[in-house]
Structure formats: C-alpha cells, structure tokens
C-alpha cells in the first residue's frame, strides 16, 4: 500500500527546491510575465527607496535621518529579498533570515523613532517622569485590564529599550545558527519532533518577538497623543503591516505547505510551493507599502513644542498686562 501511494507521487514533490535555471527553463509566458512583473516591481520599492533615503539623509538632523532609514527600509529590503528567493528557491532559508533579521533591528527603531519624536531619551523623561503609563497593551498584555499603572521613569525606559534591543540582537544570533544547521542537515522546518531543532529554536524565538514588541506598543499607546501632527498612527500602522504579513502570514502559509493544504506542482514540492507564493505575495504587498511609507515619511515637521511652551507663554502674557497696568 505505501509502496503503491509512493509510486503515484511525482518525484519531484519529494525533492528539494529546484535550481534557478530549472526554474527558468519551466517557465511559459504567463509565468515569465509574473516573474518580470515582480521583479520590476521589487525593483521600483528599491529605486524609490534609495532616492527617499537622499532626501532624509539632506533634510532631517541626526540621529532621526538614520532612523527613518531603517524604519522605512524594512518594506524594499523583504521585497529585494522575496525577488531573491522567488528566482532562486533554495537560497529562501538565506533570503528569509536576512529580511528577519533586518526586521528585528526594525522593531527596535521604532521605539527609538518614537522616543526621538518626544526630544530624544533627555526630552522624553522630562515630558513623561512621573506620568503612569498603561502596560495592558498587547501582544501579550491586552487583556489583563487589572495590571497597574507604571510610573515612567529613567531605569523603566532603560528596561524598555533593553526588551526591544534584545530581539534584534538574539534573533540574528539564532538565525544564523539556524542557516548554519541548515547547512548541515540539522534544521528542518518541517521536523517537528521533540529530537529536531526547530522545535526548540522557532517557539523560543516566538517569546523573544512578543517580548519586543510588548515595550514597542507601551509607548505607542501612551503617546500617540502627543505625535498626531507626525502623523504617528499611520506610521506606526505601516510597521504593524509589514510585521504581521512578514512574520504571520509567511508562517500560516509554511504550516499549510507542510500538512500538504498547498498542493505540488512539478518542479516545486508542496512546502517549495508555499514559499513561492509567499514570496510573490510579499513583493507585491511590500510594493505597495513602500508607496505609503514614501508619503508618510518624505517630509519634514517642526520640532514638537516642550510640554511647559503653554504655560510660559501664560505667564509673558500675565508680564506684559501687568506692565501695561503701571504705566496707567
């Protein structure tokens, strides 16, 4: 009975992802025109990409030109790398660990962008030290309503940073040695086996993720407020895009591909398949991001106001109505 069902499997569906040139050589005009489609697409992102970087980098001060850049960077470089990994399938563990990876330093950016919005760390405490700030927020505390009110302060900022730092810094290390083990045969995404590696690395990297967009989202709910003229909602809803199609719909469509939803398709496997149209997916969602990241980001705005400016204009205006009074 196995022997039989092994015998009307084709075998490619068995195989690894094919080469770039049996790709190419596999490719009717339809296919072909996909491909050149995407692939100028990818290529627009990055072209609009680099000249938004010219303007940022002439336009806006330091540190926050930098930021911007690798904020706005992360939609053009998942889609360079989609292309990448759309024409040549077996460098996608490559190309997937490389926009991972950039991401993760992304998520940390963010907080910065945020706190350097607010006058950078110096500026934020004095704004905000003392303030309760609301830490039932998600992705892990959205519904515990009881938590308490924190007050901001020097070493909980500290703590915040250090939360989203560590993603960037853990998750290049373990996908680097998640590449490394790949090499080797070690790393299987499709091994789920208590002895396989992927089923200790893949959930431990899931704690690291929402333990750095947990401070992320604590300071964005507790100060958007405050950045409405920067339009800070639409940005920050751009980040949370790029983050939910990267990370979860890439892994709903690699759980489909491995239960055998997607189907094979000579030359493809079925989890080679999977990772085909989740690239093609991300260049064209990734396109489209680029184009509201540009008219988002390729401005500049007056620096926010200090939280005191109303007040000291009140008392200049009490000054100068008393002046007047005596020379009555």
């Known amino acids: 009975m196995k022997e039989a069902l092994n015998s009307s499997i084709h075998p490619a569906c068995l195989q690894e992802p094919p080469l770039a040139i049996d790709v190419i050589k596999q490719l009717?005009?339809?296919?072909?025109?996909?491909?050149?489609?995407?692939?100028?697409?990818?290529?627009i992102s990055l072209g609009l990409y680099l000249e938004q970087c010219v303007f940022?980098?002439?336009?806006?001060?330091?540190?926050?030109k930098t930021t911007i850049i690798w904020v706005t960077?992360?939609?053009?470089?998942?889609?360079?790398?989609?292309?990448?990994?759309m024409w040549i399938p077996r460098a996608v563990m490559i190309t997937d660990m490389t926009s991972n990876c950039y991401f993760a330093v992304v998520v940390y950016k963010v907080l910065v962008l945020l706190i350097e919005e607010l006058g950078g760390s110096s500026g934020f405490l004095s704004r905000f030290s003392g303030t309760t700030f609301r830490i039932n927020t998600g992705p892990c505390c959205c519904c515990c309503l009881c938590l308490p009110r924190v007050p901001m302060s020097r070493r909980l900022l500290f703590w915040m940073k250090v939360g989203a730092l560590q993603y960037a810094i853990l998750k290049t290390a373990l996908s680097v040695l998640s590449v490394v083990l790949w090499t080797n045969g070690n790393?299987?995404?499709?091994?789920?086996?208590?002895?396989?590696?992927?089923?200790?690395?893949?959930?431990?990297?899931?704690?690291?993720?929402?333990?750095?967009?947990?401070?992320?989202?604590?300071?964005?709910?507790?100060?958007?407020?405050?950045?409405?003229n920067f339009k800070i909602v639409p940005?920050?809803?751009?980040?949370?895009?790029?983050?939910?199609?990267?990370?979860?719909?890439?892994?709903?469509?690699?759980?489909?591909?491995?239960?055998g939803t997607i189907a094979c398709s000579p030359p493809f496997s079925s989890q080679a398949r999977g990772s085909l149209l989740s690239q093609q997916m991300m260049i064209m969602e990734m396109f489209i991001i680029t184009l509201l990241n540009r008219s988002l980001?390729?401005?500049?705005?007056?620096?926010?106001?200090?939280?005191?400016?109303?007040?000291?204009?009140n008392t200049e205006i009490d000054l100068e109505a008393d002046l007047v009074e005596d020379d009555v």
Request: net charge neutral; glycine share 4%.
């Open 73 to 85: 960077g992360a939609a053009p470089v998942i889609s360079t790398m989609s292309c990448f990994g």
């Open 235 to 259: 940005k920050y809803t751009m980040y949370q895009l790029v983050l939910v199609l990267s990370q979860l719909q890439t892994s709903i469509i690699n759980i489909l591909a491995m239960n």
């Open 187 to 228: 790393f299987d995404l499709s091994d789920l086996e208590i002895t396989g590696t992927a089923i200790w690395i893949n959930p431990f990297i899931g704690v690291l993720t929402i333990t750095s967009l947990w401070p992320v989202a604590i300071v964005f709910m507790n100060t958007k407020d405050f950045l409405r």
């Open 28 to 43: 009717d005009a339809f296919d072909f025109s996909l491909y050149a489609m995407l692939s100028f697409m990818s290529c």
């Open 297 to 313: 980001f390729r401005r500049t705005y007056d620096a926010l106001p200090p939280d005191s400016h109303d007040n000291e204009k």
């Open 56 to 64: 940022i980098y002439r336009k806006l001060p330091y540190p926050k």
